[in-house]
């Protein structure tokens, strides 16, 4: 008995479901024009989140390097990082690298070609622990060679061997940087390391001590406790220095590209509010046309819970077939947002980025459903008498 009350209940929502697929390609056009507008608002929602994560992933990328340092600056009224601070800096705990540096700007010239750049003067044995070398070999200690960044080589067409002039001094190219990105530490694409001792020398105004202090943690987890020392120990009376933490700044960076991800979504979701009203004047429409079948249904056995199953089954066919197209076509946006923007296509299959194609699907669908609500509940109300006498 019991299975066939269950047989009874699957054939009765097969034959709803058949009903509701019926109805949907009897007016083919109408259908279609519903889901184009489901369509585009899933791949506008999800574009734009690809886009919101891409731009994001792409500043962890530059800056992720650097989440595990701390920056010491001079502080208040200060113009310099003296020796004894620094000091005072190598007896805090926790702390693997400390890298005094020396920084300036200064024209620099190659033959016929000048530019701007940034002129760093960090110890040889501390620069590797900044930047890789692409080309060439590191610096000796006094001697008048320095490196470059690969963007500044570019500018100025120097290569490996080539003499650059800083400040009426030559300085022979050794070697030659890795592309690193933007960095909250070193500037390194568009700028020149030398020893610091030659560094002093070009520029007179060093004497009082070094521009900032880059300290590399040995823990990342231990950040916020080594910050915390470095400034118990050096600002006891004033303060001595300003001590900022990179990863307080990634954080941030992080927030602002949510912040911007949901801006561009909430934005893309007004075409989804668009294409909701759309299946609910579709769904209207088709319960007018169909009240005597309504009436019928109602006369020979179907409740009011049958009538509303049919409704909605429609609404979520139609929602669930126009998100998953519009899923699809969601790589393709995602695909010309990322290569035209951020010039590549790499962060497109992050699962990240997949997550948000999935939200715009399940946005789509929910918009189906919630469109066909009030039609489907007014079909449910009609009497059997009243939409049999229809016209």
Sequence with gaps: MRSLKLQRKYFRSNMYAELAKRNLKRHTARTVLAAVGIIIGVIAISSMGILGNSLKMSVSDSLGDVGNELIVYPGFGDTAITEKQVDKMQKVAGIENLIPVYSSGSKTEYKNEETYATVYGIGSEDLPNLVEIENGRMYKRGSSDCMIGSQLAKDLGVNIGGKITIEDTKFRVIGILKERG????????????MDPQMFTRIYEDTDEGYTNVIIQVKDINEIDIVKTNLEDRLNKKD?????????????????????????????????????????????????????REIGIMKAVGASRKDVLKMFLLEALFLGTAASLIGGILSFGGGFLITVLIMKQASYLFAPSSIAYIILGICFG???????????????????????????
């Design 239 to 291: 303060e001595e220095v300003f001590v900022l933490a990179t990863n307080s700044i990634l954080d941030s960076i992080n927030e602002i590209s949510r912040y911007i991800s949901l801006f561009l979504m909430g934005i893309s979701s007004i075409s989804l509010l668009v294409a909701g009203v759309s299946i609910l004047n579709v769904m209207l429409m088709s319960t007018m046309e169909r009240t």
């Design 365 to 391: 669908i929910m918009t189906g459903v919630a469109g066909g609500v009030y039609p489907a509940w007014k079909a449910a109300q009609m009497r059997p008498l009243d939409a049999l006498r229809h016209e």
């Design 182 to 193: 933007i960095g909250f530490d070193v500037s390194a694409d568009s700028a020149v390391f």
